[in-house]
């Protein structure tokens, strides 16, 4: 019979936020950010992600406003990322893998034998 708690993985999000615990930086802005740079469009990216134009412009402005830096720049009649807004995705990809790996250890040395019957 297989064990048990090899049917059972761990999850976990992370994002970051102000002080005032308003969302700077997390999954969503990453996607968006990632289909603005792939489409070159604010709106193609919208469309994409199922979101109105306003809502994804509203997001990225309110984290620009927060980090006080800009993310995404006009270029003709599209758009294009910051050079601040691909090292951003860049280390935000990198801590996703760090947390995912050690929460995947942390999970196996402390929960997993807890799980089995």
Same mark, same amino acid.
């Given at each position: 019979?297989?064990?048990?708690?090899?049917?059972?993985?761990?999850?976990?999000?992370?994002?970051?936020?102000?002080?005032?615990?308003?969302?700077?930086?997390?999954?969503?802005?990453?996607?968006?950010?990632? =289909?603005?740079?792939?489409?070159?469009?604010?709106?193609?990216?919208?469309?994409?992600?199922?979101? @109105?134009?306003?809502?994804?412009?509203?997001?990225?402005?309110?984290?620009?406003?927060?980090?006080?830096?800009?993310?995404?720049?006009?270029?003709?009649?599209?758009?294009?990322?910051? =050079?601040?807004?691909?090292?951003?995705?860049?280390?935000?990809?990198?801590?996703?893998?760090?947390?995912?790996?050690?929460?995947?250890?942390?999970?196996? @040395?402390?929960?997993?034998?807890?799980?089995?019957?």
């Amino acid at each position: 019979m297989p064990d048990k708690s090899s049917q059972f993985v761990i999850r976990s999000k992370i994002w970051i936020e102000d002080i005032q615990g308003n969302v700077i930086f997390g999954l969503g802005r990453y996607r968006m950010l990632d =289909a603005i740079g792939r489409t070159g469009s604010l709106q193609a990216a919208a469309t994409e992600m199922k979101m @109105s134009y306003k809502a994804l412009w509203m997001r990225i402005r309110a984290s620009e406003k927060r980090m006080g830096q800009q993310l995404v720049v006009r270029q003709g009649r599209g758009s294009r990322l910051t =050079a601040y807004a691909q090292s951003l995705m860049k280390q935000f990809k990198r801590l996703q893998l760090i947390v995912l790996k050690e929460s995947d250890e942390v999970y196996e @040395s402390l929960m997993a034998g807890h799980l089995s019957s």
